[in-house]
């Protein structure tokens, strides 16, 4: 046999053979992250929609006749950021627990070894991410909505295309903030660190319970460098129609943020870093 023949026929076991994309294992590897967070649904989804409706329940009982403007006025500003909080949360718990489980537990090379681009791999799993944050989301709104049914509040949004623009690029760029901190942690101690000193504070501090015109204005400038403080107040303006930034900006600056994410998440993800042995 010639040397041109025994490359052409040594060829196929060195390439893909799926074409461009691999859509079946991409559709794969996105079904098994959400079908790994719906295995467990009271942990995942019940959980997180019971924790806000404790915040809603313990905020409107103990504050709400306290501000201006009752506590109809109060519900309604405090659903919008009650649900981006719980989009924030779940899609960036939802990679960086999957991807650190499966290296503790020695499974990430099912999801290294098959023939999946590191592009598949990150649609994969920012998919997987969203989802569940989305899903989370809806949940939420439904149970919140009570509230501001026994408010006399009308929620019906008023800008759509900001609840989809501010919602799903949320969802995406906590995705992908899980992502990198699942694959940085070597244990589940450093996964803490990242959320409870990183994502948790600025959650809180990005207007979610509050309005940021209440805030002295040293504080109100350090909360506009705070990208959560645009998602939040874009998705609120989804629903009121009334923004406290401008929202060219929010716009602009959450596209450059997950522009930025998804070029390191694709960058990791092809070096193999922390994955490959």
């Known amino acids: 046999?010639?040397?041109?023949?025994?490359?052409?026929?040594?060829?196929?076991?060195?390439?893909?053979?799926?074409?461009?994309?691999?859509?079946?294992?991409?559709?794969?590897?996105?079904?098994?992250?959400?079908?790994?967070?719906?295995?467990?649904?009271?942990?995942?989804?019940?959980?997180?929609?019971?924790?806000?409706?404790?915040?809603?329940?313990?905020?409107?009982?103990?504050?709400?006749?306290?501000?201006?403007?009752?506590?109809?006025?109060?519900?309604?500003?405090?659903?919008?950021?009650?649900?981006?909080?719980?989009?924030?949360?779940n899609a960036s718990a939802n990679t960086s627990s999957s991807i650190m489980t499966g290296k503790l537990m020695g499974a990430i090379i099912d999801v290294l070894m098959p023939p999946l681009s590191h592009i598949e791999m990150a649609i994969a799993y920012i998919g997987g991410g969203m989802t569940r944050g989305v899903l989370v989301a809806i949940a939420t709104t439904i149970g919140l909505s009570l509230f501001a049914i026994y408010a006399g509040q009308s929620m019906w949004p008023k800008q759509w295309w900001a609840l989809f623009y501010f919602g799903l690029s949320a969802a995406a760029m906590m995705s992908m903030v899980g992502i990198l901190s699942g694959i940085w942690a070597e244990k589940f101690d450093q996964l803490a660190v990242v959320n409870q000193f990183i994502i948790l504070p600025l959650s809180f501090l990005s207007g979610t319970f509050y309005s940021i015109h209440g805030l002295p204005e040293f504080f109100q400038a350090l909360m506009r460098v705070n990208p959560l403080f645009y998602v939040i107040d874009g998705f609120r303006y989804g629903f009121d129609g009334e923004p406290e930034s401008n929202l060219l900006i929010g716009v602009i600056l959450i596209a450059a943020i997950n522009i930025i994410l998804l070029f390191t998440v694709l960058r990791v993800l092809k070096s193999g870093w922390k994955l490959k042995a």
């Open 1 to 89: 046999m010639s040397d041109a023949q025994i490359s052409k026929s040594t060829a196929p076991a060195m390439a893909r053979e799926f074409g461009r994309w691999n859509t079946l294992g991409l559709w794969t590897l996105y079904t098994k992250e959400v079908r790994r967070f719906m295995r467990v649904w009271p942990q995942t989804l019940l959980a997180p929609i019971v924790s806000n409706l404790l915040y809603m329940t313990v905020f409107v009982l103990a504050f709400a006749e306290m501000r201006g403007g009752g506590s109809g006025a109060f519900i309604a500003f405090l659903i919008p950021g009650l649900i981006m909080l719980g989009i924030l949360n």
